[in-house]
């Protein structure tokens, strides 16, 4: 029987999100994955402009504003005039977003090792040799 492709894909993803989902819930996160999504790609670039972070997480731009409003309202992130463009924001994280962060990655991190923990390194360099082709077109 040949499987499709597609389908296969759509179901491991789903499996990582209930496991991700569950773990959100289990350790009461005071954010979603989505926001958790925003908050690591803040910390991995401080000062980073609305615009960059939503490419880099796929977001449309209303939505992002949207998640940052909820997020800075929360107290994790705040946003300064950008010094490069009068017209954007630059977007930080606040103290409390950082030890957020720091609560979560080593979590995510676990679940990372647990989910790959049964492919070998060539096995993985595989995997993301193929998920690149699949991405590319």
């Known amino acids: 029987m040949d ?12 499996e990582i999100n209930s496991q991700t989902l569950a773990l959100f819930r289990e350790k009461k996160f005071p954010v979603s994955k989505e926001q958790w999504l925003i908050l690591k790609r803040i910390s991995e670039e401080e000062g980073s402009s609305q615009k960059d972070i939503a490419k880099d ?41 950082n030890r957020l962060v720091n609560r979560i990655r080593p979590i995510l991190e676990n679940l990372n090792l647990t989910v790959s923990r049964k492919l070998s390194a ?3 360099t595989y995997l993301f040799e193929i998920l690149a082709k699949v991405q590319a077109h």
């Open 57 to 97: 997480t796929f977001k449309d731009p209303a939505a992002l504003t949207r998640m940052l409003d909820l997020l800075a309202k929360k107290g994790f992130v705040q946003r300064k005039g950008s010094k490069r463009d009068r017209r954007t924001f630059d977007v930080y994280l606040t103290v409390e977003g």
């Open 122 to 124: 060539r096995d993985k």
């Open 3 to 14: 499987k499709n492709i597609v389908y296969e894909l759509e179901k491991t993803l789903h």
